[in-house]
T-cell receptor
């Protein structure tokens, strides 16, 4: 049982490049989330999904896209990277029935130069 | 919309002493959960403690306890017998028990434990 996994751990992008941050969970959780954490700040919700095929925007969705074709995977796509997207990205999941059990991935550190 | 406020950007505590980290929240929903997470310098989010809005007793987990005052909408974290390894960022968060169930985070408190 690996929990929530994220790849890559660290990435440097040039302005205008695109990339996909991968997130997978093996706990059969319905709810999955992408958060970003800027330096010295708390986490903010980018996108979330309540099940395969269902996604919706969080508080800071601009510049990102997501998809949820399977229960396990929830990739985050950055199009046309900008310096403002330099951040640490966390994927998380929860079953939903018991929202006290929120599981976080280890994070992806992204630097846009 | 939910809001979490942590008014202490940084705190110092002597090793072996107790420390309280403040957290207030705002929501009009009656059913919610309150969380505290620890984030060490390595960056991972470590779950510490959870309090449900209908829980009658304050939550405790080892050296961590949550001082839940519902009328005041506060959910302070108490760490007893501080250890050097407790030095980290601490985040208070909440989620509703319905809808998207996502966490809303405060801005965090950096705790430094001094020998």
């Amino acid at each position: 049982n690996a929990g929530v996994t994220q790849t890559p751990k660290f990435r440097i992008l040039k302005i205008g490049q695109s990339m996909t941050l991968q997130c997978a969970q093996d706990m059969n959780h319905n709810y999955m989330y992408w958060y970003r954490q800027d330096p010295g700040m708390g986490l903010k919700l980018i996108y979330y999904s309540v099940g395969a095929g269902i996604t919706d925007k969080g508080e800071v969705p601009n510049g990102y896209n997501v998809s949820r074709s399977t229960t396990e995977d929830f990739p985050l796509r950055l199009e046309l990277a900008a310096p403002s997207q330099t951040s640490v990205y966390f994927c998380a999941s929860t079953l939903g029935r018991d929202s006290r059990a929120q599981y976080f991935g280890p994070g992806t550190r992204l630097l846009v130069l | 919309a939910q809001k979490i406020t942590q008014t202490q950007p940084g705190m110092f505590v002597q090793e072996k002493e107790a420390v309280t980290l403040d957290c207030t929240y705002d929501t009009s929903d009656p059913s919610y959960g309150l969380f505290w997470y620890k984030q060490p310098s390595s960056g991972e989010m470590i779950f510490l403690i959870y309090q449900g809005s209908y829980d009658q007793q304050n939550a405790t987990e080892g050296r961590y306890s949550l001082n839940f005052q519902k009328a005041r909408k506060s959910a302070n974290l108490v760490i007893s017998a501080s250890q050097l390894g407790d030095s980290a960022m601490y985040f208070c968060a909440m989620s509703l028990d319905t809808g998207r169930r996502a966490l809303t985070f405060g801005s965090g408190t950096r705790l430094q434990v001094q020998p």
